[in-house]
Each structure stands twice: as structure tokens, then as C-alpha cells.
């Protein structure tokens, strides 16, 4: 995945999330690597509150890597195990739709995906606390049925409402249980995005 879309100004993802929006400037838009988008996090300072904080798509390479890494599969990788053990690490990216391809090379296809009965979803992510790179990565899981045949590699790792807090604060062991794919049931896929 290389494209996403947050449809929705930093005021309504706060109220959706239950999440203080600060200064954020976000008003709605498109999201690409090297772009910044919102995500929410823990305070810096500690305590329970969550909050807004712009960051860039794309978190700095391995040593022997030379682009921004974007989506995070390895799960086990010694190069990530370390940000995923620490819960501070973690944090939600929200989102209205993705992005999906179909089709061979030079016909390609883009398709959208959505939830239906969520119009504010959360990604899983992982961030980076570098004052020179703030970035942010979304984790990836197995495709459901319903998205293999656009991407049978993988599908970003979709959070329900009631994980998200898990995945912020719960030891690796436990958090881990959430990297699963999201029911494709619950999903729809269109050739735009839906309107907020």
C-alpha cells in the first residue's frame, strides 16, 4: 500500500478517537510516502492522554537499506522486535480509505477500501521519535479473502475500536495477538473513495 486517504479535519478524528487534537492543522486529504499525515500517540511527557501529532510517512531504513521504510511485515525482524516491545512505540494512523491495485502492468486498476460501518478507521502503526525524522510505519498482516486478489502479499493491519487501546499500552506478547487480518465482511471496495 502506497496511497491512503483521512478524509476528515483533525477536530472530527480527535472526537472520533477520543483523542486531544492540539494544534494539529490537519483539514483532510490524501496521504503518500514522504507526506505528513496525523497519528495518534501517547504524550512525550508520559500520563494516559493520547493526542494528534503530524508526523511523516515513512520511517528510517535498516543500515543496509536506502528508502524510507512505509509498511512493516517482519514482524520478528531484530530490526523491529525492539520498537514493537515498547508500547510507546506504538501508535493508531487513522484513515478513511486505501488505496488497491488490480490488473496487469501498463493496465492497471485503483479500487478503494473502505469500512462501511466505520468512516474513521485506525491502522496499527509503529513511530520513530527522531527529532530529525518524526515518521511513522503501518504494520501489515495476511490478506483477508476479500483484498488477496488485489494485493495476495499483504493488507495493512486494521484495528476494531475496542483493540486500539490494547495496542497501545499492552506488553508485545499480547499485542501481537491483534496482527490479523481485518473481516473482509466488514469492508467494501469501490473505484473511489467514499464521500465524507
Same mark, same amino acid.
Given at each position: 500500500?502506497?496511497?491512503?486517504?483521512?478524509?476528515?479535519?483533525?477536530?472530527?478524528?480527535?472526537?472520533?478517537?477520543?483523542?486531544?487534537?492540539?494544534?494539529?492543522?490537519?483539514?483532510?486529504?490524501?496521504?503518500?510516502?514522504?507526506?505528513?499525515? +496525523?497519528?495518534?500517540?501517547?504524550?512525550?511527557?508520559?500520563?494516559? #492522554?493520547?493526542?494528534? #501529532?503530524?508526523?511523516?510517512?515513512?520511517?528510517?531504513?535498516?543500515?543496509?537499506?536506502?528508502?524510507?521504510?512505509?509498511?512493516?511485515?517482519?514482524?520478528?525482524?531484530?530490526?523491529?522486535?525492539?520498537?514493537?516491545?515498547?508500547?510507546?512505540?506504538?501508535?493508531?494512523? +487513522?484513515?478513511?480509505?486505501?488505496?488497491?491495485?488490480?490488473?496487469?502492468?501498463?493496465?492497471?486498476?485503483?479500487?478503494?477500501?473502505?469500512?462501511?460501518? #466505520?468512516?474513521?478507521?485506525?491502522?496499527?502503526?509503529?513511530?520513530?521519535?527522531?527529532?530529525?525524522? +518524526?515518521?511513522?510505519?503501518?504494520?501489515?498482516?495476511?490478506?483477508?479473502?476479500?483484498?488477496?486478489?488485489?494485493?495476495?502479499?499483504?493488507?495493512?493491519?486494521?484495528?476494531? +475500536?475496542?483493540?486500539?487501546?490494547?495496542?497501545?499500552?499492552?506488553?508485545?506478547?499480547?499485542?501481537?495477538?491483534?496482527?490479523?487480518?481485518?473481516?473482509?465482511?466488514?469492508?467494501?471496495?469501490?473505484?473511489?473513495?467514499? #464521500?465524507?
Amino acid at each position: 500500500m502506497n496511497l491512503y486517504r483521512l478524509d476528515a479535519p483533525a477536530a472530527a478524528i480527535a472526537a472520533a478517537f477520543d483523542v486531544n487534537a492540539g494544534r494539529d492543522p490537519w483539514t483532510g486529504d490524501y496521504v503518500t510516502p514522504g507526506r505528513p499525515a +496525523p497519528v495518534i500517540a501517547p504524550d512525550s511527557r508520559g500520563g494516559l #492522554r493520547r493526542y494528534l #501529532r503530524p508526523k511523516l510517512w515513512g520511517v528510517p531504513p535498516p543500515p543496509q537499506g536506502t528508502q524510507p521504510v512505509t509498511s512493516v511485515r517482519n514482524l520478528s525482524s531484530p530490526f523491529w522486535i525492539g520498537t514493537l516491545r515498547h508500547p510507546e512505540l506504538r501508535c493508531l494512523i +487513522p484513515a478513511t480509505s486505501f488505496a488497491l491495485w488490480s490488473g496487469t502492468a501498463g493496465a492497471r486498476r485503483q479500487h478503494w477500501a473502505s469500512l462501511p460501518g #466505520r468512516p474513521v478507521f485506525a491502522f496499527a502503526g509503529i513511530q520513530r521519535q527522531n527529532e530529525d525524522w +518524526p515518521g511513522f510505519a503501518i504494520l501489515s498482516t495476511e490478506p483477508n479473502g476479500l483484498l488477496e486478489r488485489f494485493n495476495p502479499g499483504a493488507m495493512p493491519l486494521i484495528l476494531a +475500536p475496542e483493540d486500539h487501546e490494547r495496542w497501545l499500552t499492552a506488553e508485545w506478547r499480547e499485542a501481537s495477538r491483534l496482527v490479523t487480518p481485518y473481516p473482509g465482511y466488514l469492508m467494501a471496495i469501490g473505484d473511489a473513495p467514499p #464521500r465524507p
